[in-house]
C-alpha cells in the first residue's frame, strides 16, 4: 500500500477542530491511515490495515477527547469501524 494514498489527511483540521467524539474518532482514524477518505466521493473506507487499526486504538488511548473517557473513545472507534465498509459505495457500484 503505496504511502501517498494517505495525501488527502486534513492536516489543518486536526486535533482542536473537532467538535464530536464521533468527529474525533474518524479524524484519528484517518490520520493514523486505518480510514481514508474516496477522493472522488468523499465516502470512508476500512482500510483493513491492522497495524494502523492499531495505532489509532493507541493514539485514542493516549489522547482522549476531551471530556470523553478513553473508553468512551475506544467505543467511538469500534462504531466507526462497524458503520463504514472496506470499500466506496458509490466506487463500488461503477
Ligand atoms: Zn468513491
Known amino acids: 500500500m503505496p504511502l501517498h494514498s ?3 489527511l486534513p492536516l489543518n483540521a486536526t ?3 473537532y467538535r464530536t467524539l464521533q468527529g474525533w474518532a474518524l479524524g484519528t482514524l484517518i490520520e493514523q491511515g ?3 477518505e474516496c477522493e472522488h466521493h468523499g465516502h ?3 482500510r483493513a490495515d491492522p497495524d494502523a487499526w492499531n495505532r489509532a486504538r493507541e493514539e485514542a488511548w493516549r489522547t482522549a477527547f ?3 473517557t478513553p473508553e468512551a473513545c475506544m467505543a467511538a ?3 466507526i ?5 472496506e470499500s466506496c459505495p458509490d466506487c463500488r457500484s461503477d
Do not use: H
Request: net charge positive; aromatic share 4%.
Open 6 to 8: 494517505q495525501r488527502k
Open 15 to 17: 486535533r482542536t477542530a
Open 34 to 36: 486505518a480510514v481514508s
Open 66 to 68: 476531551p471530556g470523553a
Open 44 to 46: 470512508r473506507s476500512d
Open 81 to 85: 469501524r462497524f458503520s463504514i465498509g
Open 77 to 79: 472507534l469500534e462504531e
